[in-house]
């Protein structure tokens, strides 16, 4: 069942009294899905440009491919990349919320303060740079909190719980109160399907999404073409979007607030028939 929720960017309070659908707009090279990629500025506005014309309600623009093996990438050209990123959005659409996809505290500083994004969006909520939780309490930028052990590199060597749902939980609820305490704004919340869990653990955990609903914040889903689809139904990530829009669905079932995803329309066709089917939202 889904909760309306409110964040509140830069002194405007925007309420949403449906899941929302955030697209993704991953300013690399080398990104996991093929499809996602926009590095030069030609792409980077076309790929911006149908997100919009999608109807994505925000936009998460990523400098840094999280995958296992990609490439380094230095501060400086991250940021480039997301200057690239939130620019091309802008120019499409001055008032979408912009959400930039960083564990690096200094770029989340600048691409707040100097870039005119919006939201934070960082894959270690908080513990890859221990300078975060600062920034997110000094901008007072909504933040999306996601789980995962290690790093990028080293997850999938992290992947042993007692019961991954509530041990995930329990991590989410000790990073909030360190973020509330040290004066953060609005938090959302991210189980972090793919990061430091096994494929079985993912399924484990989408089917408990609802017990994630305790810890009082809007739960932000990110499924969108990953491995526990295309692994289970041996195809590729480009094969993904229908296996993609089923986990959707299901995850808006449980109480899911936002769903990251490559596919913007697809993603706002389930949360439609969702909302039809329970009479949420009409």
Known sequence: ??????????GRLITWERPTVMGILNVTPDSFYSGSRAFDCESTDRQAARLIEEGADMIDVGGYSSRPGADEVNADEELRRLEQGIEAV??????????????RADVALKAVTQLGADIINDI?????????????ASTRAPYIM????????????????DNVTCDVIEWLSRQLAR??????GDIIIDP?????????????MLGSLELFKSLGRPILVGISRKSMIYRSLDITPDE???????????????????????????????VTLAG???NQYS
């Open 240 to 270: 993904s979007l229908n296996g993609t829009t089923v986990l959707n669905t299901i995850a808006l079932s449980h109480g899911a607030s936002i769903l990251r995803v490559h596919d913007v329309a697809a993603a706002h066709q389930a």
């Open 179 to 184: 973020f509330s305490l040290a004066g953060a």
């Open 90 to 103: 802008r120019r499409l659409n001055a008032d979408i919320p912009v959400s930039v996809d960083t564990f």
């Open 124 to 136: 270690s909520g908080g513990t890859l740079d221990d300078k975060m939780i600062d920034v997110v």
């Open 276 to 278: 039809l089917t329970t």
């Open 1 to 10: 069942m889904f909760t309306p929720f409110s964040i509140n960017i830069k």
């Open 192 to 204: 972090g399907f793919g990061f430091s869990k096994t494929t079985a653990q993912n399924f484990e």
């Open 146 to 161: 996601m789980h995962m052990r290690g790093t990028p590199a080293d997850m999938q060597e992290h992947t042993e719980y």
